[in-house]
């Protein structure tokens, strides 16, 4: 079957421009995560949705958001971007309901970065 | 390919050799440990994980330990192949607080020498 699909693979922005990165997750998964990967940070958990509502958010900013849609795909914003925004964003979907950690399937991440 | 990280602790071992790489954690109320392999342009891949009621798990080839009393974790690779050059993650988690997010260690590069 399909893996978990991010669109678009590579993108480049300027700051204080805006980014909306997507996510398909394998099909019949429920459950999206995201997660930032940088060099310094490593990867950091940003938000996990589960029938279309935020279940748990890590800790940034206003600024980083996120929604479901009813067929599971998931996208997340950035607003007023930042050069530290400059990451590889993967998203993650999985079977398992909230609470319950399962086997995560990443997909190839979108590799933002911010001039 | 893309870069993980750039200051990673490197592990280097000759091809057919067992490979252990190690991880620290330091919450003591993480209950669920996984392992995850990434290879340069993709996404993590899961490889094994164990609970906090056991210490030891194995997969095809890899082995994972889990200590918990000095938080400690460590992943075995046996025979290792040029394929398994990687970064390796481990990542933990508190099933009890029913918050799903994993908590991702530094991570470690395994270069495989033929």
């Known amino acids: 079957k399909a893996g978990v699909t991010q669109t678009p693979r590579y993108l480049i922005k300027t700051r204080g421009q805006q980014v909306t990165l997507s996510c398909s997750p394998i099909s019949g998964h429920r459950s999206v995560s995201w997660y930032q990967q940088t060099p310094g940070q490593g990867l950091q958990f940003l938000f996990e949705?589960?029938?279309?509502?935020?279940?748990n958010k890590g800790n940034f900013p206003g600024r980083f958001s996120g929604r479901q849609f009813s067929n599971s795909r998931s996208e997340m914003n950035v607003s007023t971007l930042e050069l530290g925004d400059s990451a590889l964003y993967l998203c993650a979907s999985s079977l398992q309901t909230p609470g319950v950690t399962g086997e995560l399937f990443f997909g190839e991440g979108s590799r933002l970065t911010v001039l | 390919g893309e870069s993980v990280g750039l200051h990673l602790p490197t592990l280097s071992v000759q091809e057919g050799d067992n490979s252990i790489i190690n991880c620290a954690y330091s919450?003591?109320?993480?209950?669920?440990f996984i392992w995850y392999k990434q290879e340069s342009g993709k996404g993590p891949q899961f490889i094994i994980d164990?609970?906090?009621?056991?210490d030891k798990r194995q997969g095809q080839r890899v082995t994972v330990l889990l200590n918990k009393t000095v938080k400690h974790l460590s992943l075995q690779i046996a025979a290792t192949q040029p394929g398994d050059s990687a970064v390796y993650f481990c990542?933990?988690?508190?099933?009890?607080?029913?918050?799903?997010?994993?908590?991702f260690g530094s991570g470690t590069r395994l270069q495989v020498q033929p």
């Open positions: 919450n003591s109320a993480s209950d669920y």
């Open positions: 949705y589960f029938s279309e509502t935020q279940r």
């Open positions: 990542a933990e988690n508190t099933l009890g607080t029913g918050r799903r997010a994993l908590t």
């Open positions: 164990i609970r906090s009621n056991m």
